[in-house]
């Protein structure tokens, strides 16, 4: 049946219809980004990697989430598993390239992941950077 109806839909609109109908009420990516950090990284390391990211010019805001802060920004599915990490959430300058600026996150000694943050409707910078 839902095959059937998806057929007749995409029949009705065309497959021009059906991608813009897909753009409208697919989710648009975060701009905030979440840097996961290894549990295993030492307190100079992290230290280094905030450094790196408050001085980007892509970075508009840079906030250290703890270990227990961290799962409210990701309700529901935890992407990291079941480490306990710390992260660094990083709101993005607008017209950044996320994709980009993620590769090349990845590659930085002492990160785990790097990923978008699920939640939106939660601001970070209101203390400041940390």
């Known amino acids: 049946m ?7 839909g995409v029949s009705l609109v065309g497959v021009g219809g059906y991608l813009v109908i897909r753009a409208v009420i697919k ?4 701009d905030v980004t979440a ?3 290894q549990p ?3 307190k100079p390391t992290k ?3 905030m450094q790196r990211l408050v001085s980007m010019p892509q970075a508009d805001t840079v906030y250290y989430a703890s270990p227990d802060e961290l799962p409210e920004w990701f309700p529901g599915s935890h992407p990291w598993g079941a ?3 710390d992260a660094y959430l990083v709101k993005l300058r607008p017209g950044i390239d996320p994709d980009t600026l ?3 996150l990845r590659t930085w000694p002492g990160v785990y ?3 978008y943050v699920t939640v939106t409707d939660l601001t970070i910078g209101t203390g400041g950077t940390e």
């Open 2 to 8: 839902i095959i059937l109806v998806a057929c007749l």
């Open 27 to 30: 989710p648009a990516a975060s």
């Open 102 to 104: 993620q590769a090349s």
């Open 83 to 85: 480490i306990h990490p």
């Open 47 to 49: 230290d280094a990697i």
């Open 40 to 42: 295993t990284a030492t």
């Open 113 to 115: 992941m790097v990923t």
């Open 35 to 37: 840097v996961i950090l």
